[in-house]
């Protein structure tokens, strides 16, 4: 892919990826130990990241990681209450929140039990203000964005063809999502793209074509809203499972995985 393009890295299978994936992030927080007071990051919802979040909760990572320093914000959030099965913050709860040692104060959960998406989108936003104030650039700086891919190339709950994708100047918004007959609250691509880490998680064969899609034109297409993720301050990282990866890798036999170069720009 070259110096242009995202680092992809290739896991056996989905626990194998949210083993790297943890002792990535792990190794990115301790990193910033000693130079940052609250290290904040961006949460992906769904069913991928269920399995890291529970992997860093327990063994080296519960007790390497630093909680105290950690703030944990979400990239979108289905429009229900925190209890709702659909809720990515109690999937977070669930696997994570209520087995490490973090701060109350450090969890800062989208309002989706509120009565109005756009007031909760507001909401949120003055939170986010309240945490990293004004910044230069004008947009919140994440040090760590964990994000999905959907089978349709969506990614948080920006979709295919939503005027949130549009966004340019609110850091959150509130679509409807047709296909899902639902609001969702989203993190916006500018605020997605003034972090300076972004990963996605994605596995399971179902995702191999969006993957191949996705990869062979991430610099010359921008067709999903996924290549629309650009960080300005540093290459995503994919980390994918061989079944997602399968029509982009393919095994010698020998172990190695070799890459196509004609799926990659
Ligand atoms: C959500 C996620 C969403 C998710 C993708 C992939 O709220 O559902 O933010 O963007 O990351 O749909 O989901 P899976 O990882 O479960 O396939």
């Not at 080296?60 to 990515?88: A, M, T, Y």
């Not at 040692?101 to 989208?110: F, K, L, Q």
């Not at 910044?135 to 920006?158: K, M, N």
């Not at 047709?178 to 989203?186: C, D, G, I, P, V």
Request: glycine letters at 8%.
């Amino acid at each position: 892919m070259g110096d242009k393009g995202p680092e992809i890295i290739i896991t056996r299978d989905l626990e194998e990826l949210s083993q790297k994936a943890a002792e990535f992030i792990a190794g990115f927080i301790t990193d910033l130990e000693k130079t940052k007071e609250r290290i904040a990051i961006a949460l992906s919802g769904g069913t991928t990241p269920k399995r890291l979040y529970e992997r860093l909760a327990i063994g080296p990572f519960h007790k390497d990681i630093p909680w105290n320093q950690v703030h944990l914000f979400w990239g979108d959030e289905r429009f229900v209450p925190p209890g709702h099965p659909d809720s990515n913050y109690r999937m977070v709860y669930e696997a994570l929140i209520s087995k490490v040692p973090i701060p109350s104060e450090n969890v800062h959960r989208m309002p989706g039990e509120m009565a109005y998406p756009q007031a909760a989108a507001d909401e949120y936003e003055e939170n986010l203000h309240r945490f990293f104030g004004s910044s230069p650039e004008g947009w919140p700086r994440f040090d760590l964005v964990i994000l999905g891919v959907g089978s349709d190339g969506h990614t948080a709950s920006l979709f295919p063809g939503s005027e949130a994708l549009k966004e340019r100047r609110r850091w959150v918004a509130a679509p409807y999502v047709e296909k899902l007959n639902a609001y969702r609250l989203t993190l916006t691509l500018p605020v997605f793209n003034s972090a300076d880490q972004v990963i996605f998680l994605v596995n399971g064969k179902e995702k191999a074509r969006i993957v191949k899609e996705l990869l062979a034109g991430y610099n010359t297409k921008t067709i999903f809203p996924v290549q629309m993720i650009k960080p300005r301050h540093g290459k995503p990282i994919f980390f994918l499972d061989r079944p997602s990866a399968s029509l982009i890798y393919y095994n010698t036999g020998n172990g190695s995985m070799n890459r196509f170069r004609k799926f990659i720009g």
